[in-house]
């Protein structure tokens, strides 16, 4: 118990604020003047920023057309998975009334599709999707091998279902002409899962790159032969295939298909006038009891067009507000009785 | 038995045993603490051979053989057996646990068995090695048996089971290893702690294994190291060597074969002993002697009791000689005054009684703890329930979709059981992970902090307090009953002389005039002395037994002589009689030498008939120079009374002067004598050897045998020693009561002493009534107990303004199983509760009832091996690390170096403690709570599918890094207030006393407040990403995304809830919360940019990027953490506004800017402070006094110092007969200002600005109304109560019949201030009650006012009267017949039971609005 003496002598110096508890100590205090100004300035701030951004999602325009019900019979063609061979098109046209200005950008919208169920999102191979070692297939359960046992490249449940419509947009410039919407197919994937996260195995050849595995059981054709035109746009570094890759967090979400090429008539946007999407029709959706829709918006700052941000600030200002008007009124009623409320 | 022991200490020790003897009673042992043998003796099986072993067979053949397929454990049955067997692991572990933490190496000691040991035949002498291991872990049993001991906690043994379940393929969402991780870098974390720990004691093992020695081998000295020492060798031992082993000595350089031991290692006492070899060994000095020596000692197994030893010498050719601890050296005792030793060795190693005391005391848990398993349970319910919830939606959600979608490929089902599995470890970090590292790392600091306070230093001997655990460190904010010893404790434990009474003479100077320094001073004695007074011879006598009568052992240093003695009584005595011309010079074994007026007198010493706290005495029989045998005996009052022989003279005054010894509270011994005839002897001393080689109960027939020949004593007088109280005890008393702390002093001591004791510590005050039980047996116990508790009635069971003061003798009684519970109740409703004359067992086993019965924490402290029961029984024990020696210091749990350091450690740190480890426990729960809930919300949107949403090392991580530190700043910085307020006002201790901020409910309000947080930092970014694009370039996102959104909102909330918890922010936690969340987004921004280069988190490649530049991800960073808290801080702002607590009021006022003292700085000041601060305290009024069931009176002498107590200040209103008001100056309401008053008092008395002016508060003419009204009641009071003075008629005529539960205090206002004297002080802010009450103590006890003199007044005058009247007291100048107050106070009680209701006088006051 007796500590000795040099012991004793070697403490003496240290015997700091901190080792007596005495460090100097900022007292979270709550008083009134510091509560409601505070709730003030965090309500007005909430307010004005709802403000801004209700105005600036108010800017967007945005139209969505639900493809489902409307391409019926391709709808039902798909439900029977033997006709799989079977094109099916559907063309659906409509108006728009104003113009879409600066860039506008094409969407498919899926409804009741889970890509975020657990075993989906197991289901992929990351490092045959890196490039490095293409018959890599070790999550890909329960699609990681063909029938004749050659691994699947891409492997996986994902890249399996990926979505395979194809969507063109004609302008309707009068009756008879046609235009079609130039539209860019590239720089719709993350910069990153482009160049980092997807690259193609290093061959001269890419189809030479990938031989020795089979396709997805569900694809027309094999991965090399995704986007022919453009070598940049093929195999895994393919932007549809890389954007579906991207699991959704939502049972209904949209994906980036297509940017407006502003060339031409385009240059400002999308002109207003009547316009019809044709679509090719692959994908199915009513096994699962899903739909899909087909999205054109244009973008502000802040991004999209909801309003859900825009309320939250609103709603939360105008409580917050509420709330130090009334947490005021109580004080001041309190203080004349001289019992404080809030300290 | 044995010389040196602390002999006659004398009654004043009471019931301390001798300190070195002290022993585990075995009835205690058997009943205080059934856990130590008895699990023990289970222990065994249960590790060998029961469920442990089943489930590691189990575990064997499942586990390590684990399935790596993936169709097995595809199977349907496979998850839920796995489950099964992990809860059965889980179950058996925490079992085996509960058995581990008791102490393993308590020997049973009633088994006495006989080792034998050859001497010079070291073959057949194979007992344990003399090397000591003190470590936990070897080098190569650390592995095993410190993951033994991780996973034998409930929670590590859970993260196992998740850890393991995880290597199930496909079951686990978040990767095989993410509870691993974080599990392995808690275990290391703590494993490099136990190492550290474990290195320290294995190299102070070394130190001690590789100490020479020397020892005979082969016929020859040779010097070995301690641990080759083994049993039946001898080994020679220098002076101030340490001994290697127990031994039995031999011989010594000494004449007879003496030798000095220190036995400070073992029990701390410093003065030396006297050992001495038998004489039939005593000349065996050389090798060649020692080698032929043959022959054997047969002796008890090893034990721990350190004065016991039982062992027989047989010699070749001799007749067996008996060994007794007289002959015995101890391991770890050092060897003083004495050349060289030689010994036999008996006992090795661990097998020494020093090691053999060296076991642990019993690991204590505190409350805090319980309740946190109990919620961590609860959490796991939770866990349970989620899963369930989970497992039914994705059973609903199958359902729904009929069957599995096209794009999940073939269709597989998994059973109920696997799902289960899935998402359990899903949310199993509902169960904080780190929570138990992290509060072993802040309670680990909290010590630190207690041993570092400067406050708690004591310069005196330079001693820090310790925190010897820190598994209680707020538990000591918790404290609800505080058991404290007397001597020592509240005393400092330094005697000093200052009064006798020889023949019938007190000598000594008046209480006022004694200045504390000084010692027995007064010249009349010498005088007497020198003048041939007719006492002369009696005094003499008396300072020759003072020189004689007892085992002090004189130094000398050059003409210096110091004593040492095992009682300071003793030494204290000796010195006074050295004072007196007396000196004792020298002890030989046989003889003692005093120098009497510079005459030497040799006086043979035949018999010590030793002190134990059974005989209350001890003796010595001399013969005298003149050749004369006599029996000089000091003892206890009562025990020497009893054999005062009829010749005896100076009975009645020494009786007077005993009892004014008392009151002053010092501590009394009586001193007879005996001569004793020549035969008378022989025959004793036949007896005696018969007795001392008794077998059975030798002890017991000791005793017998002194009992026959200390009879017909004549005495001689009596000594008064007084015993210091420490320094700001009585402050400390004080402060502590305020905290709601009650106070129960056991003692060994008389009840007189122990009362005055607590008087001048102000734990009794003048106008507290007291309840005294004395009896003689269970039936009137039983009586008396129901009696009193049928007068309590309705106030039974709450506090009131009580004492109760209990003798050992009628305690065993009480605590019969039939009376206990009526006792404890009695008991429990009073504020004091004063137990004399209790044995250490007593002392446990009232603890331990206490802490049975009432379920709340108690505190024992104490600092003799008499405490050590209680210490040990307490859920805290505190040791006094004083002049009494180690051994209760080594059985507490902290030690302090005063009684005073007490509120400190209480008040401040056992508050901060407590609020420190709960906030961080509810903290660390809440973060879990609110990150993994989220899964819950996700499983909704994802089809209850198991999926995560966060990357699974970010999960993991959470606890690890991102979050760690704010827990830590929470559980070691936090401060509810400074300590100068908590020291300042007592009553915040009741905050976390009462444990309301820590329960069950608490903790659901805690996870409802996290569930909402969870919800808002779901939903809110959820909706946020959900229809809409957020990304520039119209990119979309995907699911971890979302994810990392949450995540980085969770960790900003998070980290801002535990600022917002933080009361006051220092630098560690500015690092802490802003660092954590920098670190975070530093963390995000690298750990998104790592794949491919290094193959981790490939889904998080470009998040970073992407997120952090995204305007939504900060627009939400703002939103969202503001949507949470600010729902935390409008509550608390309402809930502060509507019921503010006196926290909130302190903090209020030390934050506007009150001055608060520095505490060095106000010291001086804080006595007046002190009195200042009563009239805040919320004193618990409720009082009931019963006419004359209870004494009211105190002391004389103190009547005048219960200056200044708070009493509850009179309520003169008829209205409020039963209400006492409340106290104090500030609050304090008198006569018809109470309606008023009460209103305004309340609040008032707390503003900021109330410390510099109450009347700033208070209407000035109400304040005025206040005072005025005390110091007229005051000064009517005290000549009321006639101390001494002449009796005069009271100016108050008696009413004809007193009324029925009438106001009593109507009847003090009419003192008014007529009365002359101005005997008592202000006292403070105690109001016309506590006149009244004195008024009645003065009736009740002032034996000089003369009974029916016609001043009675009002009921209580009348009973007083009545009382005085009936009692017909003998007059003796003090005014109690005998000093043993048993008598009178039963006679009062006989009154009692006559008294009936209708003498009941009711001052029931209001409760503390404060806390």
Redesign the interface.
Known sequence: MKRKCQDYESRLPDNTAMKQQQLPAFRLQLSANEILSGFFAIGLFCLGMGIILLLSAKSIREVEINYTAKCATCAKLREDATNFDKECNCSISFYLPQKMEGNVYLYYKLYGFYQNLYRYILSRSNIQLVGTDVKDVRNCAPFKTSDNGLPIAPCGAIANSMFNDTIVLLYNFNSSTHIRVPMVRTETAWWTDKYVKFQNPTFQNLSSAFAGTAKPPNWPKPVYELDEKDPGNNGFVNDDFIVWMRTAAFPNFKKLYRRLHRIGNFTEGLPAGSYSFIINYNFPVGRFQGQKAVVLSTLTWSGGSSLFLALAYLVTGAVTLLASFSMMAVHLKLKERKTFFLQ | MEKNERPAAGESRGAAQPRGSWRWPKKLSSHLRPEAPLKLSRLSPVIKSKPVALMFQVLNKYVLTAPTS?DLCMSHYEPTLWFLWTCLLLWGLSEVEEKMGWRQSLQGADVPMARTIYLNEPLRNTFCKNSISTAKYSMWSFLPRYLYLQFSKTANAFFLFITILQQIP?VS?TGKYTTLVPLLVILVISGVKEIVEDYKRHMADKLVNSKNTIVLRQNAWQVIPWKEVNVGDIVKATNGQFLPADMVLISSSEPQATCFVATSNLDGETNLKIRQALSETATMKTEKQLSSLSGKIKCEEPNFHFNSFMGTLYLKEKSPISIGPDQVLLRGTQLKNTEWILGVVVYTGFETKFMQNAVKSPLKRSKVEKVTNMQILVLFLLLLVMSLVSCVGAIYWKDR?RAE??????K?YHSFGFDLL?FIILYHNLIPISLLVTLEIVKYIQAL?IN????MHFKG????A?ARTSNLNEELGQVEYLFSDKTGTLTCNIMTFKKCSIAGIMYGQSPCFISDAYEFNDPALLQNFKNDHPTKEYIKEFLTLLCVCHTVVPEREGNNISYQASSPDEAALVKGAKKLGFVFTARMPNSVTIEAMGEELTFEILNVLEFSSNRKRMSIIVRTPEGQLRLYCKGADSVIYERLSEKSLFVEETLVHLENFAREGLRTLCVAYIDLTEIEYKQWLVMYKKASRAVRDRIQSLEDCYDSIEKKFLLLGATAIEDRLQARVPETITSLLKANIKIWVLTGDKQETAINIAYSCKLLSGQMPRIQLNTNSLEATQQVINQNCQDLGALLGKENDLALIIDGKTLKHALHVEVRKCFLNLALSCRTVLCCRLSPLQKAEIVDVVKKQVKAITLAIGDGANDVGMIQTAHVGVGI?GNEG?LA?NNSDY?IAQFSYLEKLLLVHGA?NYFRVTKCILYCFYKNVVLYIIELW?AI???F???I?FERWCISLYNVIFTSLPPFTLGI?E?CCS?ESLLRYPQLYRISQTGDIFNIKVLWIQCINAVVHSFILFW?P??????????????????????NFVYTYVVVTVCLKA??E????????HLAIWGSIMIWLGFFAVYS?L??TI?VA??M??QG??ALV???FW??FF?VP??CL?QN??W??IR??CH?TLL?EV??M??SGVQVLRRDSSQRSKVEEVNLQRSVSPRPCQVVFRNNSVDLGAPRRLFAQVAGDPGCSGNLGARSVRRCARCGAGRGRAGRSSARSESAGV?VGWSPGWFTESRRVLPVREANATSEGRKQAFRGAPEVQARGAPRQPHPVPAPEKPPKFAAPWTLFTNLGPSSPTGLVRDAGPAGPRTAGEQVLGGRLRGAETEVGAGVCTGVCAARACEFAREEKRPETPSGIACPRTQGWVSRSRARLFRGGPSSRLFCAGTRSWAC
């Open positions: 993936t496909e969402p979709y979608p096209w794009y999940l490929g073939k597989d899935v902090f570092w306070d400067e406050d001997n330079n001693v820090y310790m690390s180690m210091t030690a901060w996700f949107v994802n089809g599918s198991g999926q949403i910085f401060r300590q809110l959820a909706k946020m990403l959900e229809h809409d694009v957020v990304l520039q370039s119209g990119y979309t996102t995907d699911y971890l995304f979302l994810g600022g917002l933080t009361m006051s922010w220092n630098k560690f936690t940019s794949w491919p193959p490939p889904e490649t470009g990027n992407m995204c305007p939504h627009l939400g939103i503001i949507v600010i801080v409008a608390k702002s502060n506004t503010r909130e903090r209020e030390e934050s609040r």
